[in-house]
């Protein structure tokens, strides 16, 4: 049995939420995208990424499969359009089948595990994070480098042949908590309060993304906050 909850906010210094998120237990489905782009480009790409994954995951796909044809439809749309503004977003997805799952991702948007203790799945495409990898950033300063939200790798931004896709399966077992996020909840609020959250099972799971969503807009509330809580019971 799955039980989910999702919440989303505007934040509290814009004026749009490119956020968009996903959450169909019957489909086994769910996925958090973040826009970038402004007003018609951000808000677009994010809901086309989203529509396709249903679509393609409804037809039979695997993640990776399904972000791929995602992207390549993104980008044709992309191309169609005559601007100087980018129009990409992040994904970060989650499949539930029987007792396994898969997630996938490109950019920022990440995929925590809690069984127990909190676990990052994903991994940021981001340059802040490839200098952590590459040993030049101490991964304390990460968190407050001034080009931490550069990106390099993003649907509808990188190149087909060139895109990169995370992707992480496991086996699917009671009392598993995961959290799909953006960024807007991740650059204010430490994993040590994320998972202080996800460890609650006083709460049920959307009292829990509310909290998430609430404990982004204490941390500052900068960029739009998405938080989609999943829960195998």
């Not at 989910?4 to 956020?19: C, I, K, P, Q, S």
């Not at 399904?66 to 499949?95: E, F, N, Q, S, Y």
Request: glycine content about 10%.
């Amino acid at each position: 049995m799955i039980e989910f909850g999702h919440a989303t906010h505007v934040g509290l210094r814009r004026t749009r939420n490119e956020d968009t998120y996903y959450a169909d237990a019957s489909l086994g489905l769910f996925l958090v995208a973040d826009g970038m782009g402004g007003h018609q480009h951000g808000e677009v790409a994010s809901a086309l990424i989203r529509d396709a994954m249903v679509e393609l995951v409804g037809q039979g796909s695997n993640l990776a499969s399904a972000v791929h044809g995602a992207a390549t439809r993104l980008l044709a749309h992309a191309g169609k359009r005559d601007d100087i503004l980018p129009m990409g977003t992040t994904i970060a997805a989650l499949r539930t089948l029987d007792d396994r799952y898969e997630v996938a991702w490109v950019g920022d948007s990440r995929v925590y595990v809690w069984r127990q203790q909190l676990r990052q799945i994903s991994h940021d495409h981001s340059l802040v994070q490839s200098l952590v990898e590459s040993g030049q950033l101490d991964p304390a300063l990460a968190s407050r480098h001034p080009q931490r939200n550069l990106l390099t790798q993003a649907l509808g931004v990188t190149a087909i042949e060139q895109l990169q896709i995370g992707m992480a399966r496991g086996q699917l077992q009671p009392g598993t908590v995961f959290l799909l996020c953006s960024d807007g909840l991740t650059d204010g609020v430490r994993d040590a309060s994320i998972e202080r959250h996800l460890a609650r099972t006083d709460l049920a799971a959307q009292e829990c993304a509310e909290q998430l969503i609430l404990a982004g807009l204490d941390a500052g509330g900068d960029d739009n906050i998405t938080a989609l809580v999943v829960r195998s019971c």
